[in-house]
T-cell receptor, first 111, second 114 residues
Framework: KQEVTQIPAALSVPEGENLVLNCSFT??????LQWFRQDPGKGLTSLLLIQSSQREQTSGRLNASLDKSSGRSTLYIAASQPGDSATYLC??????????FGEGTQLTVNP | ETGVTQSPTHLIKTRGQQVTLRCSSQ?????VSWYQQALGQGPQFIFQYYREEENGRGNFPPRFSGLQFPNYSSELNVNALELDDSALYLC?????????????FGPGTRLLVL
């Protein structure tokens, strides 16, 4: 069964700290992996998309890595800010243009 | 270029009723997928439509059905609503023939079943 797991489920850090969110998946034959941000009661905002052939992607203070052989991805957030507080979702496309999501990591950045 | 839009934003129904949710895909996208997100969980794939045909289905019963129209907009219909159908319903569109390409999500419809 193709599954996606995110650890930790919740994380609270002080403002300015660098942090890492983890995502693992059970099947290395993937098309891509996407990281999303979700604010309470809202839809999904795409942060980064890593294609199967890529190792990492960067956007501003965000860096996502992909290691297919170990079935892992990390989302690194540098110099965290209170505005980064949200739930972060990892989603994998195993095929068929459909995404399998993890349960998310709820991040709180304290001022 | 407009993004993915969904209507309505919120909806309250009672158990046993039927509901129709609507999605307009991003311009040029002919593939639409629907997801259900229960509170505190990640979204779950319901089904996908490509060129007006169902193109894959997740683990959802037949009372969840859909349509896609020639302009690529889509509807999700749920019959005989149950309390557990209360969730955020998300629609996503993607570009044609682009395996591994990004999916763009709408803001969602929050359904409450009483």
């Amino acid at each position: 069964k193709q599954e996606v797991t995110q650890i930790p489920a919740a994380l609270s850090v002080p403002e300015g700290e660098n942090l890492v969110l983890n995502c693992s998946f059970t099947d290395s034959a993937i098309y891509n992996l996407q990281w999303f941000r979700q604010d309470p009661g809202k839809g999904l905002t795409s942060l980064l998309l890593i294609q199967s052939s890529q190792r990492e992607q960067t956007s501003g203070r965000l860096n996502a890595s992909l290691d297919k052989s170990s079935g892992r991805s990390t989302l690194y957030i540098a110099a965290s800010q209170p505005g980064d507080s949200a739930t972060y979702l990892c989603a994998v496309e195993f095929g068929g243009s459909r995404l399998t999501f993890g349960e998310g990591t709820q991040l709180t950045v304290n001022p | 270029e407009t993004g993915v839009t969904q209507s309505p934003t919120h909806l309250i129904k009672t158990r046993g009723q039927q509901v129709t949710l609507r999605c307009s895909s991003q311009s040029g996208h002919n593939t639409v997928s629907w997801y259900q997100q229960a509170l505190g969980q990640g979204p779950q794939f319901i089904f996908q439509y490509y060129r007006e045909e169902e193109n894959g289905r997740g683990n959802f019963p037949p009372r969840f059905s859909g349509l896609q129209f020639p302009n690529y907009s889509s509807e999700l219909n749920v019959n005989a609503l149950e309390l557990d159908d209360s969730a955020l319903y998300l629609c996503a569109s993607s570009a044609p023939g682009l395996a591994g390409g990004p999916q763009y999500f709408g803001p969602g419809t929050r359904l409450l079943v009483l």
